[in-house]
């Protein structure tokens, strides 16, 4: 075989990846065709690919890089541990040092009874080990009939069976169908589905589906809520205001458990250390991935109240993950929440970062193809329209005006995906401010270059 090395020719790269790897959420085919774009370095908010582009990465990897690339503090803890323990398991009544210094620490940073560590690999079987959870929970309880999670359409929880089942993309179920005993209602999606209402109403209006759902289920087969703070793959739908207060009436009144998943809002993303202390609510579990490690390894975390460890503590639960704790992420996570301490980049995003990428990004609503611009700490959005006043869709199918827009950020160095015809971004907490000038800049050229072709196409037309 070639010795494959980043000295390897671009076009041969392609080649040997097309022929060999299959890349998640992708038509194999049509990347085969045009050849991926190979990542070689990167450093701060940069990455560099094999011809030499410097691209600016505005969704931090994918929502986790967010003390930045190159922090050798993290290469030095993950170098030493495997030197010390490279790896042990937490099975059969042992522990080890890492597992221990994270668990703790994580109930420090986590309020209130949020107490309790189960340890994951990542979002998607966090998730999973959350509905375990949840319905042994109950079980234990002696109320075993309460098996219904429910959830939201156009969430994201993961692609596992556990995971793509608990979240409501549609293009994932249709591959293969859901597990049992999970229920969707629909998303506080406002720009796209308020229709005539106002924000508040219609987050109100969304929320009081869930009472709905559960009085049309039963509340006593429910287990659980799951949602994210802000939808984030979903397309960053910040919720109107009154949606989370509502959510956690209804969740209270009946008294099922409430799984807040921050796999992306967790550790800062949206100026608190979770997504659910900006919204006002408590969750009795929370989901952590992503942003844990900042990406450096693989690891996850349930973290439980009181309440439910109490009750599965007294039980033995048959469940884990030969990785649960592995020492080697642990220590890499925990010197991430070290930095993101020691850095205070939680107040970064709060009182600095956050308040100048909002003021520019508000600038980009002025485009003609900018219906809204909206941003909550680092993950903002913009809702691509050809009428701002009707907030109309596109006649083009749904993503097609995004998916070019996000072809002229490809050009132009720029990591800015889209979801449909939604742009969003989410950059590393430690992005200067001249860099996010950059980054804005180079949004707005984006979306000119875009402007421009899509009007060409004749696609600047509503539905
Ligand atoms: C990414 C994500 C997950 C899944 O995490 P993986 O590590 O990809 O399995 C779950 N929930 C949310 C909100 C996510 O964004």
Redesign the pocket.
């Known amino acids: 075989m070639t010795l494959i090395s980043t000295q390897t020719p671009t076009a041969e790269l392609q080649a040997l990846d097309a022929a060999h790897h299959m890349h998640p959420f992708t038509t194999g085919d049509a990347l085969a065709k045009r050849g991926a774009r190979v990542i070689t370095r990167a450093e701060g908010v940069w990455l560099t690919d094999s011809e030499g582009h410097r691209i600016i990465d505005g969704m931090s990897g994918?929502?986790c890089m967010n003390i930045g690339y190159g922090n050798q503090r993290l290469v030095d803890a993950a170098a030493k541990q495997m030197q010390e323990l490279p790896y042990y398991n937490t099975f059969f009544m042992t522990t080890h040092v890492p597992a221990i210094a994270l668990a703790n620490k994580l109930a420090e940073i986590a309020p209130g009874d949020l107490n309790h560590v189960f340890f994951a690999s990542?979002?998607?079987?966090?998730?999973d080990t959350n509905l375990r959870l949840v319905r042994a929970y109950w079980s234990a309880k002696g109320q075993p009939e309460r098996q219904v999670i429910i959830s939201r359409r156009n969430a994201?929880?993961?692609?596992?069976m556990a995971?793509m089942s608990l979240?409501g993309m549609s293009g994932m179920h249709e591959q293969g169908g859901i597990i049992p005993g999970i229920h969707h209602i629909d998303q506080p999606h406002w720009w796209a589905e308020g229709g005539d209402m106002t924000p508040e109403e219609f987050g109100l209006a969304r929320a009081q589906d869930l009472e709905k759902a559960l009085l049309e289920i039963g509340p006593e087969k429910v287990a659980a809520f799951i949602g994210?703070p802000i939808q984030?793959?979903g397309g960053v739908i910040i919720p109107p205001a009154t949606y989370w207060p509502e959510i956690q009436r209804i969740v209270d009144k009946y008294g099922i458990l409430f799984i807040s998943?921050?796999?992306?809002c967790g550790f800062g993303r949206t100026g608190n250390w979770f997504g659910f202390q900006t919204m006002g609510t408590r969750p009795d579990i929370i989901?952590c991935?992503?942003g844990l490690s900042s990406g450096y390894v693989?690891i996850?975390a349930s973290i439980v109240n009181d309440k439910v460890a109490d009750v599965i503590n007294a039980i033995e639960f048959n469940h884990g993950y030969t990785y649960s704790g592995h020492p080697v992420a642990a220590a890499v996570a925990l010197e991430n929440l070290r930095i993101i301490e020691e850095q205070n980049l939680v107040g970064r995003v709060k009182d600095d970062i956050g308040p100048y990428l909002a003021a520019q990004w508000a600038t980009l609503a002025d485009h003609p193809m900018v219906g809204e611009a909206k941003i909550v700490g680092l993950m903002g959005s913009l809702a691509l329209t050809p009428n701002k006043a009707t907030r109309a869709p596109f006649k083009a199918d749904a993503g097609t005006v995004g998916y070019m827009t996000r072809e002229c950020c490809f050009g132009n160095d720029l990591v800015m995906r889209h979801v449909g015809d939604r742009m969003i971004i989410a950059p590393p907490f430690v992005i200067s401010h001249a860099e996010v000038d950059e980054l804005i800049a180079r949004a707005r050229k984006s979306l000119d270059q875009a402007y421009e072709k899509v009007k060409a196409a004749g696609l600047f037309e509503a539905a």
């Open positions: 994918l929502w990542s979002g998607s079987e966090a998730n994201y929880h993961g692609s596992t995971g979240g994210e984030g793959a998943d921050e796999v992306i989901t991935a992503k693989p996850a």
